[in-house]
């Protein structure tokens, strides 16, 4: 069964620090992956997908990821975070032919102080 | 605004009591998509519905049940409500395709309280 895993539960960050948020998954076959982010009150927004193609994937918000396929990692990235970043942040894997279902890793919660 | 829409947005029941959640979901999508957002088990696929059949099933209690309407609004039901049920839940709908390649956009959720 697919799973997926973040590392990082909580991140408190200053303004203008580098974001680096970790993703493993677990499954074989070829995958679709994505960064989700819920800001506080809100509903899910995606960040960024993976399908195929260029490893390094660019989201809204000058969010970034990288697919690593020998490490089964997908590492959320920003170079510089602001105020308006502070959001829980969901990595989530679906496979091609598994009717779309998201499998959501346990999520993120970024602080960022100013 | 995703142009999914969840009502209500609060629910507050006793335990047994059954409850019905409702979601819209964005105009020409045909998937539909409910998720269950609580503390100790995060975010978890219960089921999906495309124009109108049942897709897959995640895990999804037996005391849940959902459908797909012709109009392609879902309902979902939870029945004999405990107290582990409370949980924040998320509708999302996708393309006119059914497609593991389509983006899910996801509803605003109904926070369900049980008492």
């Known amino acids: 069964a697919q799973s997926v895993s973040q590392h990082n539960h909580h991140v408190i960050l200053s303004e203008a620090a580098s974001l680096e948020l970790g993703c493993n998954y677990s499954y074989g076959g070829t995958v679709n992956l994505f960064w989700y982010v819920q800001y506080p009150g809100q509903h899910l927004q995606l960040l960024l997908k993976?399908?195929?193609?260029?490893?390094l994937v660019k989201g809204i918000k000058g969010f970034e990821a990288e697919f690593i396929k020998s490490k089964f990692s997908f590492n959320l990235r920003k170079p510089s975070v602001q105020w308006s970043d502070t959001a829980e942040y969901f990595c989530?894997?679906?496979?091609?032919?598994?009717?779309?279902?998201?499998?959501f890793g346990a999520g993120t919660r970024l602080a960022v102080h100013p | 605004d995703s142009g999914v829409t969840q009502t209500p947005k609060h629910l507050i029941t006793a335990t047994g009591q059954r409850v019905t959640l409702r979601c819209s979901p964005r105009?020409?999508?045909?998937?539909v998509y409910w998720y269950q957002q609580s503390l100790d088990q995060g975010l978890q696929f219960l089921i999906q519905?495309?124009?109108?059949?049942?897709?897959a099933k995640g895990n999804i209690l037996e005391r849940f049940s959902a459908q797909q309407f012709p109009d392609l609004h879902s309902e979902l039901n939870l029945s004999s409500l405990e107290l582990g049920d409370s949980a924040l839940y998320f509708c999302?709908?996708?393309?006119?395709?059914?497609?593991?390649?389509?983006?899910?956009?996801f509803g605003p959720g109904t926070r369900l309280t049980v008492l």
């Open positions: 989530a894997v679906n496979a091609p032919g598994g009717y779309n279902k998201l499998i």
């Open positions: 105009s020409g999508d045909l998937s």
């Open positions: 999302a709908s996708s393309g006119r395709q059914e497609s593991s390649y389509n983006e899910q956009f």
């Open positions: 519905y495309y124009n109108g059949e049942e897709r």
């Open positions: 993976y399908f195929s193609g260029d490893p």
